[in-house]
T-cell receptor, first 110, second 113 residues
Framework: EDQVTQSPEALRLQEGESSSLNCSYT??????LFWYRQDPGKGPEFLFTLYSAGEEKEKERLKATLTKKESFLHITAPKPEDSATYLC???????????FGEGTQLTVNP | NAGVMQNPRHLVRRRGQEARLRCSPV?????VYWYRQLPEEGLKFMVYLQKENIIDESGMPKERFSAEFPKEGPSILRIQQVVRGDSAAYFC???????????FGEGSWLTVV
């Protein structure tokens, strides 16, 4: 069975204080690793898909990286508007479902 | 560009009633997924459908829950004889194919009283 663990569960940063979120996963075969952002009362908003170990993708202050067992979401000089829950979800080659982690709740204080 | 549209956004049902949640995928998307998010829990897969076919329903409770995605019209998630434990946010998502990006709607919040 697929397993996804995100850490830390919650992270509080000061504006401008860079950090990383971790996503550890176990799947039988990885088609892609998805990152989403979710604001309270809203649906998950797509950020990135990574397909192979060593791949990196960037969007504004966010950069996602992938290894064979982990993915990291690096946040550089965050702003209060980056506050949200960040979700990772691997997708198996054998199917289409996404298996979500519990998420990391990020709070960025001004 | 309209995204995934879900309605109603909020629904209140008494125990024993039926709840019907509707989802219109992104235009051109023929793959639809339903996920459930219980309070203080993560998103859990329920069912994956293509037009007129259920592809994977391994996450659906065996009783009272059903889903369809007809040739015409939105996908429907139907919950019969709702119980308090069904109170949750139900998210629909869609993709162009099984290899493409999966986009989520804003969710339907079901409260059972």
């Amino acid at each position: 069975e697929d397993q996804v663990t995100q850490s830390p569960e919650a992270l509080r940063l000061q504006e401008g204080e860079s950090s990383s979120l971790n996503c550890s996963y176990t799947v039988s075969g990885l088609r892609g690793l998805f990152w989403y952002r979710q604001d309270p009362g809203k649906g998950p908003e797509f950020l990135f898909t990574l397909y192979s170990a060593g791949e990196e993708k960037e969007k504004e202050r966010l950069k996602a990286t992938l290894t064979k067992k982990e993915s990291f979401l690096h946040i550089t000089a965050p702003k209060p508007e980056d506050s949200a829950t960040y979700l990772c979800a691997p997708q198996e080659t054998s199917g289409s479902r996404l298996t979500f982690g519990e998420g990391t709740q990020l709070t960025v204080n001004p | 560009n309209a995204g995934v549209m879900q309605n109603p956004r909020h629904l209140v049902r008494r125990r024993g009633q039926e709840a019907r949640l509707r989802c219109s995928p992104v235009k051109g998307h023929s793959h639809v997924y339903w996920y459930r998010q219980l309070p203080e829990e993560g998103l859990k897969f329920m069912v994956y459908l293509q037009k007129e076919n259920i592809i994977d329903e391994s996450g659906m409770p065996k009783e009272r829950f059903s889903a369809e995605f007809p040739k015409e019209g939105p996908s429907i998630l139907r919950i019969q004889q709702v119980v308090r434990g069904d109170s949750a946010a139900y998210f629909c998502a869609s993709s162009r194919s099984r290899e493409n990006t999966i986009y989520f709607g804003e969710g339907s919040w079901l409260t059972v009283v």
